[in-house]
């Protein structure tokens, strides 16, 4: 599976992005596709996930109410909507296909798109 992020850019704080993974090579199916950021100088962070056999959804605590993974099977993509965006959420984002159920751990995930990057101005 090969992953392709896109969607990143520079925001003002309060402000609304959405991120997209695409797929090519194949489709989603039996994969969960996660979204994880890495901040300069910090350890890369799980951000959310989705089942895509049943749209099943996993968010981290500090951004549930602000972000949304969702998926679109007809394009084969999900997307992270990011609304209210905070300085600290500034990152590269990474999303990643694994079979596996621990969807938190990155070294569970086999695939990995190339990140986009999110800035959040003050």
């Known amino acids: 599976v090969q992953l392709q992020a896109s969607g990143g850019g520079l925001v003002q704080a309060g402000g609304s992005l959405r991120l997209s993974c695409a797929a090519s090579?194949?489709?989603?199916?039996?994969?969960?596709i996660g979204w994880f950021r890495q901040a300069p100088g910090k350890e890369r962070e799980f951000v959310a996930a989705?089942?895509?056999?049943?749209?099943?959804?996993y968010h981290l605590d500090s951004v549930k109410g602000r972000f949304t993974i969702s998926r679109d099977i007809a394009k084969n993509t999900v997307y992270l909507q990011m609304n209210s965006l905070k300085p600290e959420d500034t990152a590269v984002y990474y999303c990643?296909?694994?079979?596996?159920?621990?969807?938190?751990?990155?070294?569970?995930?086999?695939?990995w798109g190339q990140g986009t990057q999110v800035t959040v101005s003050s």
């Open positions: 990643a296909a694994t079979t596996s159920t621990y969807y938190y751990t990155s070294q569970k995930y086999d695939y």
């Open positions: 989705i089942r895509w056999s049943n749209g099943g959804t």
């Open positions: 090579g194949r489709t989603f199916s039996g994969y969960a």
